[in-house]
């Protein structure tokens, strides 16, 4: 029986006589359970890409940053990590909570490496969770479905430079985002928002922050 294969699959791996190859890859490769080494490296990650469906059926793929093991293994078939605060959209928090099925994909890039997670997950504001992650909104916990090991090909080498300095760090004020200094944005803004921006120097204009932006300017 598979985990991973639907009549779809079925059609294109016959017409390209893959089939055996395709089962025997997931015999090999599906887990259903995180072993010592899959632990290893998720939480040795700084970031993921998360996948999550809308409340139209459409996927939605987000990256997600943090500091390095900011996604924890609970236990052999849980993990979780948290929402930290964002442009307001609220669109994976949102959509898992619409529908829990969400997918997950860490990468090294310099080895390379990467792994694939998907699972049910649910979003949760436990103040005993939340109180685990510095600045968290929110927190989801996802109970594993399948993971497994892509091989490496087509991933381009590519060499970690600097963490974000937006990442959330012990005695440290995480500064306020850039594009919410815009003059434009100020009637939006939360209260607390409106006095950070003032303690940061106050407004700028769109042209100067997408001129950041567009030079890979580290504060944008």
């Not at 779809?8 to 090999?28: C, K, N």
Request: glycine share 8%; proline share 5%.
């Amino acid at each position: 029986m598979t985990r991973l294969y639907g009549e779809q699959h079925r059609a294109l791996q016959d017409r390209f006589e893959s089939r055996p190859m395709a089962d025997r890859i997931e015999d090999i490769a599906v887990k259903t359970e995180i072993g010592a080494d899959e632990r290893a490296f998720i939480e040795s990650r700084d970031f993921f890409f998360l996948t999550t469906i809308d409340d139209r059926g459409r996927p939605t793929v987000s990256h997600k940053g943090g500091g390095t093991g900011f996604v924890r293994v609970v236990d052999e078939t849980t993990i979780m990590f948290p929402s930290y605060d964002g442009n307001g959209m609220y669109l994976s928090m949102g959509n898992i909570a619409g529908n829990p099925n969400i997918g997950l994909l860490f990468m090294d890039f310099e080895k390379p490496f990467r792994l694939r997670m998907q699972g049910v997950a649910e979003v949760t504001d436990d103040p005993a969770l939340l109180s685990s992650f510095m600045e968290a909104d929110l927190v989801v916990r996802m109970k594993l479905s399948e993971l497994w090991m892509n091989c490496p090909r087509y991933i381009h080498r590519y060499q970690r430079i600097k963490a974000s300095r937006y990442v959330p760090q012990v005695d440290v004020e995480t500064p306020i985002c850039e594009w919410k200094r815009i003059d434009g944005m100020q009637d939006v803004l939360r209260p607390k928002e409106l006095d950070h921006v003032a303690r940061s120097g106050g407004t700028i204009g769109i042209e100067e922050w997408m001129g950041r932006v567009l030079t890979g300017d580290e504060k944008a």
